[in-house]
């Protein structure tokens, strides 16, 4: 997972129009909205939907730590077929409104630390408008699992909110939105495969000679990417190499990794991901078992079941794992269903298309 626009110091979140009082609506696949939201929409109101693809870093290459806190990286995305949907409904009285729905809805912020929130109200301010919307978000991506689920959110909104309101943003300008809204939201706009520089969100389109297919097996709770990188921090300082921009190479792509996204190849993708320094191509993965050493038994759990490359998928918990074929994703899915080291296991290929509209009516 790349950084967010939030350096390894997390700072106050922005306020949002949407209130901040703590939401008292039970959690798990339930419904959560904002209290005191702006009003119900108006009869027949003008609605967008937008859906959006999860995210899996096929390469994680981490930098040291920079002067102002973030970290240069090397990542090489790839959207996979999990998909959010993001809807924005015209309002009649001003502000920006959420509802959540979908697993873990609980664990979704309803404030302005959402960024599907803080995404409607950049474009708003862009456009010097004030906005009405009501956004509604279905949640399918794993809930801070490191697939950039919050991320595929603020795209969504952008899109939905830029059709909606008719204001015609060009492409490099809700890029440069999402840019400022965190590291991994340009990709989620983008989709399809991307490799990332500076903090993520410098983006060169990749080529990928064919079809990829995954299994991702969603943990219990999340973890929080900040933290992630301040213990890949941390395990550097520890073993003597340093942690900061001038002890740590800089972070460069794997040949190897984007000739066999190239040329479709699944076997020579598994080596890849699998050759790291540390036996794995995404340098955070160390950081997530310590955090969360549990994880390592879901690794190894897909291993037996006949995975071809087992990872953690960007800052984690969510664990990745590449199959030879659809088939082979199946059942590998229900070999980790059943082993009792994960909540729940999806299958998914890749590459997916970026964030685009579904529906429109009113």
Known sequence: MSETSTPSTPRTPDTA???STPDTASGGSGSRTAPGAPGPAAPGAPAVTVRVPAKVNAQLAVGGLRPDGFHDLANVFLAVGLYDEVTAEAAEAPGISVTVTGPDADQVPLDGTNLAVRAAELLAAHHGIEPRVRLRIAKDIPVAGGMAGGSADAAGALLACDTLWGTATPRAELLAICAELGSDVPFSLVGGAALGRGRGELLTPLAVGGVFHWVFAPADGGLSTPAV???????????????TSADVPDPEPSGPLLAALAAGDTPALAAALTSGPAGTSNDLQAAALSLRPSLARTLAAGAAAGALAALVSGSGPTTAFLAASADGAERLAAALRSSGTCRTARVATSPAAGAAVTGAGG
């Open 17 to 19: 129009s949407t209130p």
């Open 229 to 243: 990188y301040r213990e890949c921090d941390r395990l550097r300082t520890a073993s003597g190499t340093g942690a």
